[in-house]
């Protein structure tokens, strides 16, 4: 099978001939259609420190898919053959006390595919049938391709009561416009969306019902005026893992505010704990997806009008999977799809 493998320790990735992955018994194999390019595979084409130290030379990469089951391993009982699928890529052991107590996103013991584990950027992809989301027909390949992220989105937005409240995303990449559109449909009142990138803001605005600001151009504290946002943001999702763009948002908050980050900050950064303890703020860190409560979340609410295709802005076929690259690279792009059919 073709597949794309980080076969080299050196920037870039590359097509090669792999064999069909072997199923176990708990396995399902499926044939990969489509698949999403993430800031994850990005680093690891870069080949930076957290990739050098994470990701095994030689190891097919990618974690968003969509495809079909094609094979189910001997004691799978609850698939079928021919059923359209994505799938949790994170593997959970079950040794842990959050594993066994059904936390199953809070498993230290996870492996990602394509990071750890062989990935999904492959014409097959082994998988446990464990991780099989199957697919409604209401959701397609692409739109089933990019679940992973959603649920990342997903995941942060309903980490607090959004209904009627004020909520302020920063960084408009896709995940953060995802967690805008996921706002606005649980019943956010405004939502403003920061970034210093006019392209994704412009983007953003396309896809989300979300006030779009360039920081590096307006003022915050006035747009925060204009929609009467007197006391500041009830709730905040940090998404650009800028340790500015945090600064500006617990600056903006209300007393007593949450704050959900998924953005991650590079390495040690200087934060002002005071005013967070003084604006009595929660701050929650947010990893992957809820095992598996985010799926039928997200599910429900693409089949109850959640409306997110607008943040692909790249399909290409395999075979051009560095131009799919360049465009993510670029930094202009939102969702990278890749056709693998
Ligand atoms: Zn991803």
Same mark, same amino acid.
């Given at each position: 099978?073709?597949?794309?493998?980080?076969?080299? $320790?050196?920037?870039?990735?590359?097509?090669? !001939?792999?064999?069909?992955?072997? =199923?176990?018994?708990?396995?399902?194999?499926?044939?990969?259609?489509?698949?999403?390019?993430?800031?994850?595979?990005?680093?690891?084409?870069?080949?930076?420190?957290?990739?050098?130290?994470?990701?095994?030379?030689?190891?097919?990469?990618?974690?968003? *898919?969509?495809?079909? #089951?094609?094979?189910? +391993?001997?004691?799978?009982?609850?698939?079928?053959?021919?059923?359209?699928?994505?799938?949790?890529?994170?593997?959970?052991?079950?040794?842990?006390?959050?594993?066994?107590? +059904?936390?199953?996103? &809070?498993?230290?013991?996870?492996?990602?595919? +394509?990071?750890? !584990?062989? +990935?999904? /950027?492959?014409? *097959?992809?082994?998988?446990?049938? /464990?991780?099989?989301?199957?697919?409604?027909?209401?959701?397609?390949?692409?739109?089933?391709? #990019?679940?992973?992220?959603?649920?990342?989105?997903?995941?942060?937005?309903?980490? @607090?009561?959004?209904?009627?409240?004020?909520?302020?995303?920063?960084?408009?990449?896709?995940?953060?416009?995802?967690?805008?559109?996921?706002?606005?449909?649980?019943?956010?009142?405004?939502?403003?969306?920061?970034?210093?990138?006019?392209?994704?803001?412009?983007?953003?605005?396309?896809?989300?019902?979300?006030?779009?600001?360039?920081?590096?151009?307006?003022? &915050?504290? !006035?747009?925060?005026?204009?929609?009467?946002?007197?006391?500041? *943001?009830?709730?905040?999702?940090?998404?650009?893992?800028?340790?500015? $763009?945090?600064?500006?948002?617990?600056?903006?908050?209300?007393?007593?505010?949450? #704050?959900?980050?998924?953005?991650?900050?590079?390495?040690?950064?200087?934060?002002?704990?005071?005013?967070?303890? @003084?604006?009595?703020?929660?701050?929650?860190?947010?990893?992957?997806?809820?095992?598996?409560?985010?799926?039928?979340?997200? =599910?429900?609410? &693409?089949?109850?009008? &959640?409306?997110?295709?607008?943040?692909?802005?790249?399909?290409?076929?395999?075979?051009? *999977? !560095?131009?799919?690259?360049?465009?993510?690279?670029?930094?202009?792009?939102?969702?990278?799809?890749?056709?693998?059919?």
């Amino acid at each position: 099978m073709r597949c794309l493998v980080k076969a080299k $320790a050196e920037e870039g990735l590359w097509l090669e !001939e792999r064999p069909v992955p072997q =199923i176990g018994p708990d396995d399902v194999l499926i044939k990969v259609r489509k698949t999403g390019i993430c800031g994850t595979d990005v680093h690891i084409w870069n080949w930076d420190a957290w990739a050098q130290k994470t990701v095994p030379v030689g190891l097919v990469t990618g974690h968003e *898919f969509a495809g079909e #089951i094609v094979a189910l +391993g001997r004691d799978v009982t609850d698939l079928k053959v021919g059923q359209r699928c994505s799938g949790e890529g994170h593997l959970i052991g079950t040794h842990s006390r959050q594993s066994r107590s +059904g936390r199953f996103h &809070l498993d230290p013991e996870t492996r990602g595919i +394509g990071v750890n !584990e062989p +990935g999904a /950027f492959a014409e *097959f992809l082994r998988l446990p049938a /464990f991780n099989v989301v199957p697919l409604p027909e209401g959701i397609d390949d692409e739109v089933g391709a #990019i679940l992973d992220p959603l649920g990342n989105a997903v995941h942060t937005a309903l980490s @607090f009561d959004l209904v009627g409240e004020d909520v302020l995303i920063t960084g408009a990449g896709p995940i953060g416009i995802m967690a805008g559109a996921v706002a606005r449909h649980v019943g956010a009142r405004h939502v403003v969306i920061t970034d210093v990138n006019p392209d994704r803001l412009a983007l953003a605005a396309r896809v989300a019902d979300v006030v779009p600001v360039n920081v590096a151009r307006e003022d &915050l504290r !006035e747009v925060m005026g204009r929609l009467r946002l007197v006391q500041g *943001f009830d709730v905040g999702m940090e998404m650009s893992g800028s340790p500015a $763009a945090l600064d500006q948002m617990v600056e903006a908050m209300v007393m007593g505010g949450r #704050i959900a980050m998924l953005g991650i900050p590079p390495g040690r950064t200087a934060v002002d704990w005071s005013r967070i303890v @003084f604006k009595a703020l929660t701050i929650k860190g947010v990893y992957g997806r809820e095992i598996f409560e985010t799926w039928y979340k997200m =599910i429900a609410m &693409l089949e109850n009008g &959640l409306e997110i295709r607008g943040v692909i802005t790249h399909r290409f076929p395999a075979a051009r *999977f !560095e131009d799919g690259f360049a465009a993510m690279r670029s930094g202009l792009s939102g969702k990278v799809v890749l056709d693998w059919t």
